[in-house]
């Protein structure tokens, strides 16, 4: 069985170089799986392990598509929303010319947390939850969000879509 995508979201790297999305897929009856990419124009140095793979965009070119945890861009961002309660970044397409707002399907809030901003990752983990390192905070993030929010949790991305109204951790800072 194939992969089906259940819903999808994504933030903007302020610096406008890499995409970040957060995909929702599932396999049959399986979980629904976390699984945050990354795109960029070029190969970044020293991910070889993280690379899934490339992809021709119709009008970017081909881009270098990324499990999202080996990219330092990734990582600042999450926390990044996660630190200032942001949320998922609004998305537009384009129909005879114009700019249309479309609703994502997939809401990502972010708790607020007062953590300062980083400057190294110091260590990367796959597994669930996949591990960030660096040097002020550590980040997990949860390949299956199955883990209910404590109304007293901070520091967390939440996440819901249709189907899990009730939010669920994504990633939580520590």
């Not at 995909?23 to 945050?36: A, C, I, R």
């Not at 990044?80 to 997939?106: K, M, N, W, Y």
């Amino acid at each position: 069985m194939a992969p089906v995508r259940v819903a999808a979201g994504r933030f903007d790297d302020p610096a406008g170089a890499v995409g970040i999305e957060t995909m929702l897929v599932s396999v049959g009856d399986g979980p629904v799986w976390h699984v945050p990419l990354t795109y960029r124009d070029a190969p970044l140095d020293g991910a070889q392990e993280w690379l899934i793979g490339t992809t021709e965009h119709s009008v970017l070119g081909r881009r270098w598509v990324y499990d999202a945890i080996g990219d330092p861009v990734y990582a600042a961002q999450v926390t990044a929303v996660i630190r200032e309660a942001g949320h998922e970044a609004d998305e537009e397409f384009e129909i005879d010319g114009q700019r249309v707002p479309r609703e994502s399907d997939l809401k990502l809030s972010g708790s607020g947390a007062e953590v300062p901003a980083f400057a190294t990752i110091t260590e990367v983990r796959d597994g669930d939850p996949a591990v960030i390192g660096t040097d002020t905070v550590t980040i997990t993030v949860n390949r299956v969000p199955t883990v209910a929010v404590d109304p007293a949790d901070a520091g967390v991305l939440t996440a819901c879509w249709s189907g899990q109204e009730t939010p669920v951790v994504a990633a939580r800072l520590r």
